[in-house]
């Protein structure tokens, strides 16, 4: 009995670990798939990935502990334009570093980070995310300015 209590007890312990290394989720009605610029952050720009549709979506990039997954190079790309120029950079290689699978759950939403470093060319213009999903559709933000 003592083994039992035992067990019961780390219970909690180990649902609030687990929870605290996956990405959050947050409930959403139905719809389509979306993703929005959700603003800039001092490691870089944030996005709200909403998943309306009754089945779970995914991309290749890395889940973080306590904070917003980043989606793997060759998962994204980022288009932008100036008054006097157009650039798409991305769909990149792997640096080494295996990435996983980060799925969006049915009628979830989640945020994630495109890094500093994949932007700093494109400061001032208007851009365009383009994320690859697993099942090899492609998700376009919003517009924003870098």
Known sequence: MSVCLAKQSLLPIACIVIAACSPSTHSIG???VSLKHS?????GHQFEL???TPDVIAFRGWPKAFSDPTPSPS???LSCRS????TVSGFGFEDGR???????????RMNLVIP???TTNSAGNICQLHLKLENGSLVESDEFTL
């Open 98 to 108: 295996k990435p996983k699978l980060v799925e969006v759950p049915s009628r979830q």
């Open 83 to 86: 008054d006097s120029s157009s």
């Open 50 to 52: 909403s998943n309306g």
């Open 116 to 118: 500093n470093y994949s």
């Open 30 to 32: 139905e719809g389509p």
């Open 39 to 43: 603003g800039r952050l001092d490691s």
């Open 75 to 77: 998962a994204f790309a």
